[in-house]
């Protein structure tokens, strides 16, 4: 149990526990709790969410101990992936005005040229809602089975047709970002995850609204903080190793930060320390959520899920840091090498790419240059992003 929820139950028990010890057992009996009835999910409009101010966007979250990530950049390249147990990574650096910005990313140094295949796992997640009721009175619940199979079957994990070659999305990206250096036989590739068993989340009265598309089917906004408590235990039970790339997938089920009103958090990556004294191990790992056509104008289908692998593959441990650039909508301003959240803006961040008859969703990318201020940029055709080369003109403004 999520040590803040042991603590909150603890004091509820006691709150009511106390009174009966001072009185007797007979004052006890006569404390009840409030009765909470389940609701019926209200049916809404496709995009719903959208119409009320929800802005989608993603997270990340750095929770990788300072130690760990400076002995890796003691280390040369190739001593750090063979004495740590992570995915295999390399090392970089840029400049700008004076200042180096070292970087870790996964994959193969692309100088070395060669394949790098990551083994990678999905968790695919379900929801059942204690609070919420179908029409005919049956508690909501939510899986994502009826999209798994169009999920591990995307460009994310399937080789297609890209200006810059042939190979996976998140790989297309890569060698459109590192054009000028790498050698051709340079790729990185995902390996077909691997199943592991599928986790159905109770979720209590109070922490979630549900709502039913006019398709019949449902959608979900879930508490942030109580979506990260259920992590910890899912990712100790699952199975994964240090070495492999879980991805916990979910469908139509979205985070709000704090109030419901601040919406919608569609995915994001993390790491965290998983090693013992003298046997250092990074697990890094991506939590995804397959958004249904027309929920929201700009993102569907994979564009979440591609969002946060091209984001991974670019800062796998969270931790690349670049310097503070402004938002092409002036809307944020941040450091971080997030390689999906300049494009995210656009009305026409996806790049559509059409597998066995489907027409997939994923999101184009920031590219190296862009936040090293490269002008003009070393990447594929001097571009600024990827696949869409033409979505980012110029080198990234700074924060104003």
């Known amino acids: 149990m999520h040590l803040s929820l042991f603590n909150t139950l603890r004091k509820i028990a006691l709150a009511f526990l106390l009174p009966a010890i ?69 090392m970089g ?49 939510i899986k994502v089975a009826s999209v798994l199979d169009q999920a591990l079957t995307s460009p994310n994990f399937v080789k297609s047709a890209y200006s810059n070659g042939f190979g996976q999305f998140g790989d297309a990206v890569q060698r459109a970002e590192f054009y000028s250096v790498m050698k051709d036989s340079w790729h990185t590739m995902l390996n077909r995850p691997r199943l592991l068993t599928p986790v159905t989340i109770t979720v209590p009265f109070g922490q979630s609204q549900v709502f039913q598309l006019p398709d019949g089917s449902f959608m979900a906004t879930l508490s942030a903080d109580f979506f990260e408590s259920q992590l910890s235990t899912i990712l100790q039970l699952a199975g994964q190793k240090p070495q492999e790339f879980p991805i916990l997938l979910s469908k139509n089920v979205f985070l709000y930060a704090g109030d419901p009103s601040n919406c919608c958090i569609l995915g994001f990556h993390s790491a965290y320390d998983v090693g013992t004294a003298g046997h250092p191990a990074i697990q890094t790992f991506a939590w995804a959520s397959w958004a249904s056509e027309g929920i929201f104008s700009s993102f569907s289908d994979v564009t979440p899920l591609s969002h946060e692998i091209s984001e991974w593959m670019n800062d796998p441990f969270v931790s690349n840091t670049v310097p503070a650039w402004q938002s092409p909508n002036g809307r944020d301003c941040q450091g971080k090498l997030s390689s999906g959240d300049p494009t995210e803006v656009f009305a026409n961040s996806v790049f559509p790419i059409t597998l066995h008859g489907f027409t997939y969703h994923p999101q184009n990318e920031a590219l190296l240059p862009w936040f090293a201020r490269e002008d003009p940029s070393s990447a594929f055709r001097g571009a600024y992003s990827y696949p869409d080369t033409s979505l980012l003109t110029e080198a990234a403004q700074d924060c104003q």
């Open 22 to 90: 001072l009185v007797g057992a007979d004052a006890f009996a006569q404390v009840k709790l409030p009765k909470v009835s389940p609701q019926a999910v209200p049916r809404v409009s496709g995009n719903f969410l959208e119409q009320t101010g929800a802005q989608p966007h993603f997270a990340r979250f750095n929770k990788m101990p300072a130690g760990v990530l400076s002995a890796l950049r003691a280390a040369v390249p190739t001593g750090a992936a063979a004495s740590s147990r992570t995915i295999p990574f390399f």
């Open 93 to 141: 650096a840029f400049s700008f005005n004076g200042s180096s910005h070292p970087y870790f990313m996964a994959g193969n140094d692309p100088q070395r040229g060669n394949e790098t295949r990551i083994n990678t796992a999905v968790i695919p997640l379900n929801f059942y809602f204690d609070e919420w009721l179908d029409s005919s009175g049956k508690h909501i619940s």
